[in-house]
T-cell receptor
Framework: GAGVSQTPSNKVTEKGKYVELRCDPI?????LYWYRQSLGQGPEFLIY????????DSGLPNDRFFAVRPEGSVSTLKIQRTERGDSAVYLC????????????????FGPGTRLTVL | GNSVTQMEGPVTLSEEAFLTINCTYT??????LFWYVQYPGEGLQLLLK?????DKGSNKGFEATYRKETTSFHLEKGSVQVSDSAVYFC??????????????FGKGTLLTVNP
C-alpha cells in the first residue's frame, strides 16, 4: 500500500505570504502528527490529531500556525504571514492511533515539504 | 520535560568497522525508545525500537538495548557498510497514559562509511 505522501515537495514563498502544506496519511491510520525539522536538527513536534480533532497542539510555535484534518484523513498545515525563520522541512507522520491498543504506536513518516521563505 | 541527547557527529568509519552511536534520554514517564534513519534524499525510516527495560531492538545488523538504569539506548553495529551512510536519530515517545505518542528526537548523527 501507499505510504504517507506530502505535497508540495518544495515550496518557495516570500516573507509575509500564506502557505498550505498537505499530508495524505496511510489509509486506516487514525493518528496524524506534524513535525518541523530545521537544518542540522532533529524533527520537533508541532501538532497531533486523533481522528478529526487536534488532541495536542502544544508544539505550534505561535498563532500564525494552524492545522486541520476535517474528515479524519488528509491534513493541511497552514502558515500565515510567513517569516524567514519558518524555513524548514515540514514532516508528517501517521500511525494506527488509539485503536491500536498497544503500548507504543509506530509512526510512518512522509518525505516532507521543504519550505523556503525568502 | 522529555529530551534526547545523542553523540555529536559527524562520524566517519571505514567499511567493516564497529559502530557505536551513544544516546541518553530524560523522560517524565516510561518511554518507548526508537532509532530512525534518514538516507540521503529519503525520508525518515524506523530502524528499530524497544518498549521496555532490557528489551533489545534489532534490524539490518543494528542493535540497541533499552537500559533504564543508565537511561540509555546506544546504537551498535558490528560491521558497517558503505550503504549505512546516513543520518541516525534517537527518539522517545512517552504516552503519559493517553494515546498521544509524539516523538522527541535527538539532533541526529551523520555517519559516513568509506570503502
Amino acid at each position: 500500500g501507499a505510504g504517507v505522501s506530502q505535497t508540495p515537495s518544495n515550496k518557495v514563498t516570500e516573507k509575509g505570504k500564506y502557505v498550505e502544506l498537505r499530508c495524505d496519511p496511510i489509509s486506516g491510520h487514525t493518528a496524524l502528527y506534524w513535525y518541523r525539522q530545521s537544518l542540522g536538527q532533529g524533527p520537533e513536534f508541532l501538532i497531533y490529531f486523533q481522528g478529526t480533532g487536534a488532541a495536542d497542539d502544544s508544539g505550534l510555535p505561535n498563532d500564525r500556525f494552524f492545522a486541520v484534518r476535517p474528515e479524519g484523513s488528509v491534513s493541511t498545515l497552514k502558515i500565515q504571514r510567513t517569516e524567514r525563520g519558518d524555513s524548514a522541512v515540514y514532516l508528517c507522520a501517521s500511525s494506527l492511533g488509539a485503536a491500536s491498543g498497544r503500548s507504543t504506536d509506530t509512526q510512518y513518516f512522509g518525505p516532507g515539504t521543504r519550505l523556503t521563505v525568502l | 520535560g522529555n529530551s534526547v541527547t545523542q553523540m555529536e557527529g559527524p562520524v566517519t568509519l571505514s567499511e567493516e568497522a564497529f559502530l557505536t552511536i551513544n544516546c541518553t534520554y530524560t523522560a517524565t514517564g516510561y518511554p518507548s525508545l526508537f532509532w530512525y534513519v534518514q538516507y540521503p534524499g529519503e525520508g525518515l525510516q524506523l530502524l528499530l525500537k524497544a518498549t521496555k527495560a532490557d528489551d533489545k531492538g534489532s534490524n539490518k545488523g543494528f542493535e540497541a538495548t533499552y537500559r533504564k538504569e543508565t537511561t540509555s539506548f546506544h546504537l551498535e553495529k558490528g560491521s558497517v557498510q558503505v550503504s549505512d551512510s546516513a543520518v541516525y536519530f534517537c527518539a522517545l515517545s512517552d504516552r503519559g497514559g493517553g494515546s498521544n505518542y509524539k516523538l522527541t528526537f535527538g539532533k541526529g548523527t551523520l555517519l559516513t562509511v568509506n570503502p
